[in-house]
């Protein structure tokens, strides 16, 4: 079945750095893009990034556009979200989500991880 | 961009039927398909409808989305309420590069 598994959340202070990564099974990660949706603690739904499934294009939120980079290794089945320039409006929890459908994005998840939680403080 | 506006909080009773709205600010609401999540506390979101008003398999047909050109908007609709329907749910869109989120409405089954 579809998994999609985040690591690398953690306690970071305002400024610094943290590398999230999304390890999927269950299907042909090549043929998928994925996204990272976050939540802040109590808040809503926030769309963060999008990558195409060969890594041809990527689409950034503009709370997190110039600091954040999202990546794919397709030989490892991994996205990667780079984070930099952490600031406390970042603490959330960060989901990833499968694109539903082939190669062309649909722009609607059917699959989430369960998530990983970022804390920017000092 | 465009935002889309849900009411804060809906409740019902048991058995009931129950409708959230999803306003799009501008741009037409049909120019793009809608789709609805559910998330229960502590949980991943999950996806009840998808392309406005496709129902994924496994979910029950008490659930059901409709689009309102007149008032720009989306909504869900929850019939024969049942206290496992409590949690939040958010509707979500897309433009050509950007994802955009409703700010969920919390619904509560007396």
């Known amino acids: 079945q579809v998994q999609l598994v985040e690591s690398g959340g953690g306690v970071v202070q305002p400024g610094g750095s943290l590398r999230l990564s999304c390890a999927a099974s269950g299907f042909t990660f090549s043929d998928y893009g994925v996204h990272w949706v976050r939540q802040a603690p109590g808040r809503g739904l926030e769309w963060v990034a999008f990558?195409?499934?060969?890594?041809?294009?990527?689409y950034y939120a503009d709370p997190v556009k110039g600091r954040f980079t999202i990546s794919r290794d397709n030989s490892k089945n991994t996205i990667y979200l780079q984070m930099n320039s952490l600031r406390a409006e970042d603490t959330a929890v960060y989901y990833c989500a499968r694109d539903s459908s082939i190669q062309l994005p649909v722009w609607y998840f059917h699959y989430w991880g369960r998530g990983t939680l970022v804390t920017v403080s000092s | 961009n465009f935002m889309l506006t849900q009411p804060h909080s809906v409740s019902g009773s048991p058995g009931k039927t129950v409708t959230i709205s999803c306003t799009r600010s501008s741009g037409s609401i049909a120019s793009n398909y809608v789709h609805w999540y559910q998330q229960r506390p502590d949980s991943a979101p999950t996806i009840v409808i998808y392309e406005s008003q496709q129902r994924p398999s496994g979910v029950p047909d008490r659930f059901s989305g409709s689009i309102d050109s007149s008032s720009n908007s989306a909504s869900l609709t929850i019939s024969g309420l049942k206290t496992e329907d409590e949690a939040d749910y958010y509707c979500q869109s897309y433009d050509i590069s950007n994802g955009v989120f409703g700010g969920g409405t919390k619904l509560t089954v007396l």
């Open positions: 990558i195409w499934y060969d890594g041809s294009n990527k």
